[in-house]
């Protein structure tokens, strides 16, 4: 028989174990296995990419009415096939943790104190700061009057949450807007 050095050594571990078994009186007769039901048989399956980093491992996310019950690597995809870290391993817990966070927080310039408000508010919020610091800061034609209309005053930094679409959209818009500083997480 023709056997490899790994080969050779999981068959002389396995010879030896069972030795070492048998002689502390252990059965080693066959046992009969039981295959426990898939907890994920009866859920729908979706693909989707770990928001953590710019490795972008896929995943597969099973739901049942409409929970996440599982999230494991995606086999199939080119870039982890099937791997994930200890981070990606952990991703089932941020669709369940009752510490995740599912409202707006808001902590006002020199206060301590966080507090609640919408989604509507946040994104005017936003939308009136960004554009107070582009009026006053906007430079239509540089030092030998050349057009360059930018502001060097708001930087943008996209998340590895963002898909390909979704980072396209966003460099757009800030473009649009005049931002020379547009970054990626996923080039850090
Ligand atoms: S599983 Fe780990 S390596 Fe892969 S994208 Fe997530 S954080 Fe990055």
Redesign the pocket.
Not at 49 to 57: E, K, L, R, S, T
């Given at each position: 028989m023709k056997l490899s050095r790994r080969g050779f050594l999981v068959a002389a571990g396995a010879t030896a174990g069972g030795g070492v078994l048998s002689k502390l009186g252990l059965d080693l007769g066959p046992s009969i296995a039981h295959a426990e039901a898939l907890k994920t048989r009866y859920a729908r399956e979706s693909t989707t990419?770990?928001?953590?980093?710019?490795?972008?491992?896929g995943l597969i996310v099973s739901t049942m009415n409409r929970n996440v019950i599982n999230v494991e690597?995606d086999p199939s995809h080119p870039?982890?096939k099937g791997a994930?870290?200890?981070?990606?391993?952990s991703?089932y817990q941020v669709a369940t943790s009752p510490r995740r966070l599912t409202k707006v927080m808001y902590r006002a310039p020199r206060s301590t104190a966080w507090e609640e408000v919408s989604w509507e508010w946040a994104i005017n919020r936003i939308a009136d700061r960004a554009k107070a610091t582009r009026d006053a800061t906007f430079t239509k034609k540089d030092d030998q009057g050349r057009v360059v209309n930018r502001t060097h005053a708001i930087g943008a930094l996209g998340g590895?949450a963002l898909d390909n679409e979704e980072c396209y959209l966003y460099g757009k818009l800030m473009r649009a807007l005049g931002l020379v500083y547009v970054e990626h997480q996923a080039r850090i």
């Open positions: 990419i770990c928001p953590y980093c710019g490795v972008g491992c690597g870039i982890n994930l870290c200890c981070k990606g391993q991703l590895a």
